[in-house]
């Protein structure tokens, strides 16, 4: 069985941002494009999403974060996070 965890909407954004960082200006306008951005300066990207991030719905920030990381994710309620960690035996998806 997968191990679970809770986490708030702020930790999630922050994972979310960090793993943004990571990534490349393509990707971060991808995502931007998600929360109806436009990024004109990739500089300012992960300040923009972050921003647009903490002033969505719940929903909205589960499906990014179940779309750009690498767990999957549930609301649970009460600006809480349900965390399923993907089993680390299991094979990596196409």
């Given at each position: 069985?997968?191990?679970?965890d ?14 943004l ?13 998600q929360?109806y ?5 990739d ?7 972050s ?7 719940a ?5 990014i ?9 549930s ?7 349900t ?12």
């Amino acid at each position: 069985m997968a191990d679970t965890d809770t986490i708030s909407l702020d930790e999630l954004i922050r994972d979310i941002t960090e793993h943004l960082a990571e990534t490349d200006a393509k990707y971060r306008a991808y995502v931007a494009a998600q929360l109806y951005l436009q990024i004109e300066n990739d500089d300012y990207a992960l300040e923009e999403i972050s921003r647009a991030l903490h002033e969505s719905d719940a929903e909205v920030i589960i499906a990014i974060a179940n779309d750009s990381l690498s767990n999957s994710y549930s609301y649970a309620e009460d600006s809480l996070v349900t965390v399923t960690y993907k089993d680390e035996s299991a094979p990596a998806s196409p």
